[in-house]
Structures are given as C-alpha cells and as structure tokens.
C-alpha cells in the first residue's frame, strides 16, 4: 500500500452473505478484544485486508465516536454494499453478542457472589488485556517499514499510557498530526 492510498479498499465487493459471515463469527468468537478477532478473521482468515490497510481503517473507526469494532464493521460494510452493507455488518456483529450478553445477565444476577464467578471474571480481564495488546502487537509490526507511522503510533501510547490525556483528545490530535503528514507526503511524492 503507498502513501497515496487514502483509504485502502477490501480485495473485492463483498456479498451480504460475506459480510454477515464474517462480522457473525467476530461477534460470537470475539471474547475480551474484539479487535483482536477482528484482525483474525477480516486478514488471516479471509483476506480481504493486509495489516497495514486493516490497522488504517481499525484507526478511522477508533476516531469516531462509539464502539470501534462496530464504527469497523460499518465502515467495511458500506464500502462493500452501501448503507445496506453497513447494516448488514454491523448487525451481524452486535445481535449474537447482545443475546447472549442478556442470557447471561439474567443468570449472573444469581451467582455474582460465588468465588469462583469472581476468579472467572479476573481471569478473563487478564485474557482480554493480553488479546487487544497482541493485536496492538501485530498492527505496529507492520509499521515497521513507516518509521514516521511508527512514531505516530508511539506518541499515541505516550499521551495515554505516560500522560494520562483522554482517548479521544488523543485520537483527534495525533490522528490530525498523521493526516497533515500523510498530505504532506503525498504532495511531496506527486511533486517528484
């Protein structure tokens, strides 16, 4: 992908059917860091992204407001079939979730006290920390060749590991900061 690339598309228009398959198996397989099963899915498994075009748009979907698996899925979804798409996906993504999430409340209320909820529960943050930093992991390693994107992407977890500063100032202003030097660059590059 070069830096003229705006916003990388997928491989090709995927169906609904596509679609809903692999927004379905995200959402039903995607336990602590759903970007992390995401990733799996949408470049390991199917394809449809290398790690540099998924962490692009994974990165656009964390700038908007709301959950940014579901900003992932829409934004994928309506670049493949419209708005119809986008509903596609994201349905697909939050309806299994959402059902199971109310069968299990309904009997959470009932066990909550028990110690080995507790452990369960303490193990599965632990797991779902180490999801999303292997993901985190992953997307940086392809940077790797971009020492400008790398930087970006090291100012970001600067502000909010070092600084403390909110996510969504953060999102905002090094991804203000990325877009003028990506803008810049191509300027450059079309100049030459």
Do not use: C
């Not at 899915?41 to 998924?54: H, K």
């Not at 309506?78 to 069968?103: F, H, K, R």
């Amino acid at each position: 992908m070069g830096s003229d690339d705006v916003l990388a598309p997928a491989p090709h228009a995927h169906s609904h059917a596509e679609l809903a398959g692999a927004f379905l198996k995200i959402g039903l397989l995607g336990f602590g860091g759903v970007a992390a099963m995401a990733r799996r899915v949408l470049v390991e498994e199917r394809g449809w992204f290398d790690d540099e075009a998924y962490a692009q748009y994974l990165g656009l979907g964390q700038t908007l407001p709301g959950a940014n698996t579901v900003n992932l899925a829409v934004l994928i979804g309506d670049e493949a079939q419209g708005l119809s798409g986008a509903l596609t996906a994201m349905g697909a993504l939050i309806a299994p979730p959402l059902v199971l999430l109310i069968v299990i409340l309904s009997v959470y209320d009932r066990i909550e006290g028990l110690p080995l909820v507790r452990a369960a529960l303490a193990g599965m943050a632990s797991t779902g920390a180490g999801l999303v930093f292997g993901t985190g992991l992953r997307m940086a390693w392809s940077l790797r060749r971009r020492a400008v994107g790398l930087l970006f992407g090291l100012a970001a977890i600067g502000l909010v590991a070092g600084l403390h500063a909110p996510l969504a100032w953060t999102a905002l202003g090094v991804g203000a900061a990325s877009m003028v030097y990506a803008a810049w660059a191509l300027r450059q590059e079309t100049a030459a």
